[in-house]
T-cell receptor
Framework: AQSVAQPEDQVNVAEGNPLTVKCTYS??????LFWYVQYPNRGLQFLLK??????LVKGSYGFEAEFNKSQTSFHLKKPSALVSDSALYFC???????????FGTGTRLTVIP | GAVVSQHPSWVICKSGTSVKIECRSL??????MFWYRQFPKQSLMLMAT?????????EQGVEKDKFLINHASLTLSTLTVTSAHPEDSSFYIC????????????????FGDGTRLSIL
């Protein structure tokens, strides 16, 4: 069975500092990993995905994520946080041949000016 | 590209009313659409998976007679909450998967902006 864990409900970071939002997963077979961002009263926006290939994935708005198979992690990172990055971030995992995704519980990122 | 429009964005209605929510893929064809429910400060709960031209697949615990899903075309899926009650109040989000020739590649889901349903 698939599962996703986002251990931090809330992450606070100062503007200009690097940010990390953590995600670990459990899946049988090869994982497909996604990060989405949600702004208030909006749906989810796709940031980036890992399917195969380079472990470091670059996505939208300067975000990147590193796939670590041994640690079963897919942490989201950004070198320099912006106030506008403040939002709710979801990690999700899927499996080969399956279209549905399993979402983590979300991490609320607050970037402090 | 890959825009999903969800309508209405906000609904307030009396208990017992049926409410229809539309999910449209505006610039692509979607083989599969998903319907989620999101409670405050919680993650998305998958309610059902909808494939064009076939019956929706509901997740365990979701009443198919309560939440009617129709996926009549490759660009439109609808969710009807029948005889809605206050406990049905929630944020409902749809997403769509683009048709792709390589079914083995997992494509990202493209989400609508959600519908906030409030039942009085």
């Amino acid at each position: 069975a698939q599962s996703v864990a986002q251990p931090e409900d809330q992450v606070n970071v100062a503007e200009g500092n690097p940010l990390t939002v953590k995600c670990t997963y459990s899946v049988s077979g090869n994982p497909y990993l996604f990060w989405y961002v949600q702004y208030p009263n909006r749906g989810l926006q796709f940031l980036l995905k890992y399917i195969t290939g380079d472990n470091l994935v670059k996505g939208s708005y300067g975000f990147e994520a590193e796939f670590n198979k041994s640690q079963t992690s897919f942490h989201l990172k950004k070198p320099s946080a912006l106030v506008s990055d403040s939002a709710l971030y979801f990690c999700a995992v899927g499996q080969t041949g399956a279209n549905n995704l399993f979402f983590g519980t979300g991490t609320r990122l607050t970037v402090i000016p | 590209g890959a825009v999903v429009s969800q309508h209405p964005s906000w609904v307030i209605c009396k208990s017992g009313t049926s409410v229809k929510i539309e999910c449209r893929s505006l610039d692509f064809q979607a083989t599969t659409m998903f319907w989620y429910r999101q409670f405050p400060k919680q993650s998305l709960m998958l309610m059902a998976t909808s494939n064009e031209g076939s019956k929706a697949t509901y997740e365990q615990g979701v009443e198919k007679d309560k939440f009617l899903i129709n996926h009549a075309s490759l660009t439109l899926s609808t969710l009807t909450v029948t005889s809605a009650h206050p406990e049905d109040s929630s944020f409902y989000i749809c997403s769509a998967l683009m048709m792709t020739g390589d079914s083995r590649r997992n494509q990202p889901q493209h989400f609508g902006d959600g519908t906030r349903l409030s039942i009085l």
